[in-house]
């Protein structure tokens, strides 16, 4: 059984940081791409960030770019999203997903392999 497992939220000041962690088990995903996206009530889901297997090209939505950083570390099949500087609108719950297409700086998500959420919540 497959299975992402993210962690790392919580409630933090604006300005702050937080790193959210996503653990994958049940399958190697150190040769796929993966991401991150997010959800903040009433409102679809988003792409946040994405790194192909290597780690070396990513790519992330304008509102994060200089301050979120996507990073991976293969052999313990993870993925991290270190986010600085935060701001209450990047208020949501965090997921990851594995197994997406990356191509051409974009990232299309995988349907089966999502994880469960982590809430980020940022007050000002």
């Known amino acids: 059984q497959v299975q992402l497992v993210e962690s790392g939220g919580g409630l933090v000041q604006a300005g702050g940081s937080l790193r959210l962690s996503c653990a994958a088990s049940?399958?190697?995903?150190?040769?796929?791409?993966m991401g991150w996206f997010r959800q903040a009530p009433g409102k679809e889901r988003e792409f946040v960030a994405a790194s192909t297997w290597t780690g070396i090209t990513t790519a992330y939505t304008d509102s994060v770019k200089g301050r979120f950083t996507i990073s991976r570390d293969n052999a313990k099949n993870t993925i991290y999203l270190q986010m600085n500087t935060l701001r209450p609108e990047d208020t949501a719950v965090y997921y990851c997903?594995?197994?997406?297409?990356?191509?051409?700086?974009?990232?299309?998500?995988?349907?089966?392999?999502w994880g469960q959420g982590t809430q980020v919540t940022v007050s000002s």
């Open positions: 997903n594995a197994g997406g297409v990356y191509s051409s700086n974009k990232y299309s998500p995988s349907r089966d392999y």
């Open positions: 049940g399958r190697d995903f150190s040769r796929s791409s």
